[in-house]
């Protein structure tokens, strides 16, 4: 079992930077492809960024390229997603989520934390 704590939401003015946080339980967390999620009101969740085991390799969804960054430190068990120039579309309930494989489906899934963006 693995469980993941996000941290970091708030309210932020457009244009404006946030970085949240998620902490994993356990001693496996360097098993993991990692991955950030939000699900915006009356929306599907969707994908928005993931990195490698070792942090080697990461992807975005295209909305968020050049905006957002994806990291991990697999010393302190914690992957963090660094989000800047903040539009008012990327509010949104933000899952953090770990699974095996690069291309498999989630296996673990944190609580959610709350971004919003005030335009």
């Known amino acids: 079992q693995v469980q993941l704590v996000e941290s970091g939401g708030g309210l932020v003015e457009a244009g404006g930077s946030l970085r949240l946080s998620c902490a994993a339980s356990g001693r496996t967390f360097s098993r993991y492809v990692m991955g950030w999620f939000r699900q915006a009101p009356g929306k599907e969740r969707e994908f928005v960024a993931r990195?490698?085991?070792?942090?080697?390799?990461?992807s975005y969804v295209d909305s968020v390229k050049g905006r957002f960054t994806i990291s991990r430190d697999n010393a302190k068990n914690t992957v963090y997603l660094q989000m800047s120039s903040l539009k008012p579309e990327d509010t949104a309930v933000y899952y953090c989520?770990?699974?095996?494989?690069?291309?498999?489906?989630?296996?673990?899934w944190g609580q959610g934390t709350q971004v919003t963006v005030s335009s």
């Open positions: 989520a770990a699974k095996t494989g690069w291309a498999t489906s989630t296996d673990y």
């Open positions: 990195i490698g085991k070792t942090g080697d390799i990461t």
